[in-house]
């Protein structure tokens, strides 16, 4: 069984920041890719930001310069730093994990971004 939890989400003003986590745990061998994702009400799920097990990062061009994607140091936690915070970022942020080439969701974390 895997687990994925969430944490670190909240209600922060705009131009502020918020760190995410994600930590698996569980039968945890051979982690690949990690992903955040987000979803704002009446729209798709999108893909946010990813890390390859190389470390190698994108971003989608809307957060771009603003939010970077990390690994913890026993590789089974995934960060997410969001700087310079806009109200179209409140949005419910999901981690996905690639565990054994199978893919993983995180329960999702509500971030608010208020004006």
């Known amino acids: 069984q895997v687990q994925l939890v969430e944490s670190g989400g909240g209600l922060v003003q705009v131009g502020g920041s918020l760190r995410l986590s994600c930590a698996a745990s569980?039968?945890?061998?051979?982690?690949?890719?990690m992903n955040w994702y987000r979803q704002a009400p009446g729209k798709q799920r999108e893909l946010v930001a990813t890390?390859?097990?190389?470390?190698?990062?994108t971003y989608a061009d809307s957060v771009k310069g603003r939010f970077t994607i990390s690994r913890g140091n026993a590789k089974n936690t995934v960060y997410l730093q969001m700087n310079v915070l806009k109200p179209e970022d409140t949005a419910v942020y999901y981690c996905?994990?690639?565990?054994?080439?199978?893919?993983?969701w995180g329960q999702g974390t509500q971030v608010t971004v208020s004006s």
């Open positions: 996905n994990i690639n565990i054994g080439g199978l893919w993983y």
């Open positions: 569980g039968s945890i061998f051979n982690i690949y890719g």
């Open positions: 890390i390859t097990s190389g470390g190698s990062t």
